[in-house]
Structures are given as C-alpha cells and as structure tokens.
C-alpha cells in the first residue's frame, strides 16, 4: 500500500508567526497563521485540511462500496465541516454527502453511506472525534 507525506514549516511565536503547509505530492502548498487557524484570516488551517482528506476518502469509500453493490454511481459529493473546540480539539465533524447512483433503494443507500461513514479510513484514524455526523441524500 501506498505512504504519503506532507509536511509543515511554522517560523516565530504562534500569535505573530506564519507557517506553509504542504503535500508530498506538491501538488498543494499554502500560507497558514493563528489567524487563518483561530479567526477568519487568510490562509489555509489543519482543520481544513483534516475536513478535505474527510471528504475525499469518504466520497471515494462510498463509491467502492455503491460500485460492489451493483449500483456504481454516477458522482458522489462531499463536503465535510470540522469545528475546533476549547484545548483546541477538533470536537465535531459534519459530512455532507449527496449521490447520483440509479437502481439502488433509499433504504440500502442510507446502509451503504452508513457504512462508508464507519469505515473509510480517514474516520477511523479520526475516530477520538466525539461527534461525526452524517447526512447522505440520494438526487
């Protein structure tokens, strides 16, 4: 199986300083400071990374799962909100998923996005996460 890397690189105080955050791959590399992690500045923060990589490997799990039911889908969307708490903790996490896939029931699609929810990956590594919330919808 594949190892990945990214790294981080953070220069002065936490409050003044600034830091960039990048991908092994290279493929991303962005600005990040207290700001843009704690405020609303601009810049990228960990919890949005954390809420991308989320979306992504949940997007693709259910995807798997859907294409070995029978019932591969068409697109699948996903967005995910990660809410930093006090400590700071990542205390919650909201996936938004939407599905275009033909020829599956509600009832077995809601068992499959359940399931993607539980077992992708990235939730599992997240899973000292108290809440993860999810709500998948056929369209």
């Known amino acids: 199986m594949a190892i990945r ?3 981080a690189t953070w220069k002065g105080t936490l409050k003044e300083g600034a830091g960039t955050l990048t991908v092994g791959s290279g493929h991303y590399e962005g600005p990040y400071t207290f700001a843009s992690r704690f ?3 601009a810049g990228t923060n960990p919890e949005e990374l954390i809420g991308a990589a989320h979306a992504g490997c949940y997007s693709m ?3 798997a799962m859907l294409t070995d ?3 591969p ?7 995910a909100t990660v809410h930093l708490g006090a400590g700071p903790t990542i205390t919650q996490i909201d996936l ?14 809601a ?7 539980a077992k992708c990956p990235i939730s599992k590594a ?7 919330t999810l709500d998948a919808k056929l369209v």
């Open 73 to 79: 889908p068409v697109r699948v969307t996903t967005t």
């Open 111 to 117: 068992e499959l996005a359940a399931g993607a929810k």
């Open 61 to 63: 799990f259910l995807s």
């Open 96 to 109: 938004v998923c939407t599905a275009d896939v033909h020829g599956i029931s509600a009832e077995k699609f």
């Open 39 to 41: 405020e609303s500045g």
């Open 5 to 7: 890397n990214s790294s």
């Open 69 to 71: 039911n029978g019932t």
């Open 126 to 132: 997240l899973a000292a996460v108290e809440t993860v």
